[in-house]
């Protein structure tokens, strides 16, 4: 039996009830956003200061300005809290590479911005401090790739399409292998503190597509 509080598709508008329950919930909703905002926000902060980047729950409640309560509200764990603060910054950065790729219609332009996105993790000093440390943080949780995962999977979906215009006879498995490819890299240079040169991007979109036309390996 459908609830009376779910979307009336007949009507193709929110039903009465739903809006009652709207109206009733939204100060609290708009409070528990705000206080999941708050934390993502300080545990993100302090794992950046700490040097072991292991800060505790105390610490990030007493800057997030909430209490215990509210945390344990919002998260069953300081692992949990951590898995949000990854899943957080995957869609940022999924967000942005599609807004990056939407921008280009060439299909080598549109494999170029995924890689400059993606690199941007190591090269913009303020990124990387902040992807390290919520890279050391996230190896510590059981099941914390599967935010990683999902957000690779996601970018060779995005690759597929340009990937399938530059002649690939597999573009979804080679999709696949490029955006994973590209992570490892970005890795390697995120964790040696070097920034990928314009070189490095040209590289790596030489050996995502190998067969690309004149102009890529003339630059």
């Known amino acids: 039996m459908q609830s009376p509080y779910a979307e009336d598709d007949l009507l193709g508008a929110e039903s009465l009830a739903?809006?009652?329950?709207?109206?009733?919930?939204?100060?609290?909703?708009?409070?528990?956003?705000?206080?999941?905002?708050?934390?993502?926000?300080?545990?993100?902060?302090?794992?950046?200061?700490?040097?072991?980047g292991n800060p505790k729950i105390a610490e990030i409640v007493r800057l997030?300005?909430?209490?215990?309560?509210?945390?344990?509200?919002a998260f069953r764990s300081?692992?949990?809290?951590?898995?949000?603060?990854?899943?957080?910054?995957?869609?940022?950065?999924?967000?942005?590479?599609?807004?990056?790729c939407g921008k280009q219609t060439d299909p080598i332009e549109q494999v170029r911005a995924c890689v400059q996105a993606v690199f941007k993790q190591a090269a913009d000093p303020e990124v990387a401090a902040t992807t390290r440390a919520v890279l050391r943080n996230t190896s510590r949780g059981a099941g914390s790739a599967s935010s990683g995962i999902e957000l690779r999977q996601r970018i060779a979906e995005l690759l597929?399409?340009?990937?399938?215009?530059?002649?690939?006879?597999?573009?979804?498995?080679?999709?696949?292998?490029?955006?994973?490819?590209?992570?490892?890299?970005m890795e390697q240079f995120l964790w040696a503190e070097r920034v990928p040169t314009a070189a490095d991007v040209e590289h790596l979109i030489g050996w995502i597509l190998p067969a690309a036309p004149d102009i890529l390996r003339s630059e």
């Not at 997030?64 to 509200?73: G, I, L, Q, W």
């Open 18 to 52: 739903a809006r009652a329950v709207r109206r009733r919930t939204g100060a609290r909703f708009a409070t528990a956003e705000d206080e999941v905002r708050r934390l993502l926000d300080a545990g993100l902060v302090l794992m950046r200061a700490d040097a072991a």
């Open 64 to 73: 997030a300005k909430v209490s215990n309560d509210a945390f344990y509200r």
């Open 78 to 100: 300081k692992d949990d809290l951590v898995a949000a603060i990854a899943d957080d910054g995957a869609r940022r950065l999924l967000g942005h590479l599609r807004h990056q």
């Open 160 to 185: 597929t399409t340009p990937l399938t215009a530059c002649g690939s006879r597999d573009p979804a498995r080679d999709a696949l292998a490029a955006s994973c490819a590209m992570f490892a890299v």
